[in-house]
């Protein structure tokens, strides 16, 4: 069945990179996506891959896509205070339907 | 653009009582999108319209749920009657494409 899983924390240091990962199951996924979430707020489109890349770079996030093991990654250089919060990985399978992991509440520690 | 707009940002209701939450999306986008929020079952997508059309409402839990879109720029999301365990954070969502979609700030509902 459709799944997205990753971790549930991750908590790195003021200035260090910070790697979240997720596993999906569906092998026909076009996109997936990374989304952001601060307290009180609805989610954030962080950015998307297509499943003919391997890697994307948007400033200082970089994703990483193993579509043979189904795993993403999202890697944030120079994590801030400001990073703090939650991170949901998502898969487009099919149509329009997106379906979301629990989300990685990342703590920045200064 | 604004962003996606969402009414009201907090609603507390009485069990039995009829509950509608509404959005407005972004112009010109013609994907919209109804999720619900929990701690328990995550982020869970509930229905979406594609130019006004309900396209797949198998998210819909019940019959008590009902959504309609009456036009490009205005949806509601409508819950009769409530129950305590429909209390969740509800989320609005609007896209052009399949590049990712932009979320309103959500309605927290509770309902006692």
């Known amino acids: 069945g459709e799944d997205v899983e990753q971790s549930l924390f991750l908590s790195v240091r003021e200035g260090d990179s910070s790697v979240i990962n997720c596993t999906y199951t569906?092998?026909?996924?076009?996109?997936l996506y990374w989304y952001k979430q601060e307290p009180g707020a609805g989610l954030q489109l962080l950015t998307y891959?297509?499943?003919?890349?391997d890697m994307k770079q948007d400033q200082r996030l970089t994703v990483l896509l193993n579509k043979k093991d189904k795993h993403l990654s999202l890697r944030i250089a120079d994590t801030q205070t400001g990073d703090s919060a939650i991170y949901f990985c998502?898969?487009?399978?099919?149509?329009?339907?997106?379906?979301f992991g629990a989300g990685t509440r990342l703590f920045v520690k200064a | 653009d604004a962003g996606v707009i969402q009414s009201p940002r907090h609603e507390v209701t009485e069990m039995g009582q009829e509950v509608t939450l509404r959005c407005k999306p972004i112009?010109?986008?013609?994907?919209l999108f109804w999720y619900r929020q929990t701690m328990m079952r995550g982020l869970e997508l509930l229905i979406y319209?594609?130019?006004?059309?309900?396209?797949?409402d198998s998210g819909m839990p019940e019959d008590r749920f009902s959504a309609k879109m009456p036009n490009a720029s205005f949806s509601t999301l409508k819950i009769q009657p409530s129950e305590p365990r429909d209390s969740a954070v509800y989320f609005c969502?609007?896209?052009?494409?399949?590049?990712?979609?932009?979320f309103g700030q959500g309605t927290r509902l509770t309902v006692v």
């Open positions: 112009s010109g986008h013609d994907y």
């Open positions: 569906d092998s026909s996924s076009t996109y």
């Open positions: 319209f594609n130019n006004n059309v309900p396209i797949d």
């Open positions: 969502a609007s896209s052009s494409d399949r590049a990712g979609a932009f």
């Open positions: 998502a898969e487009n399978t099919g149509g329009f339907k997106t379906i």
């Open positions: 891959i297509f499943s003919n890349m």
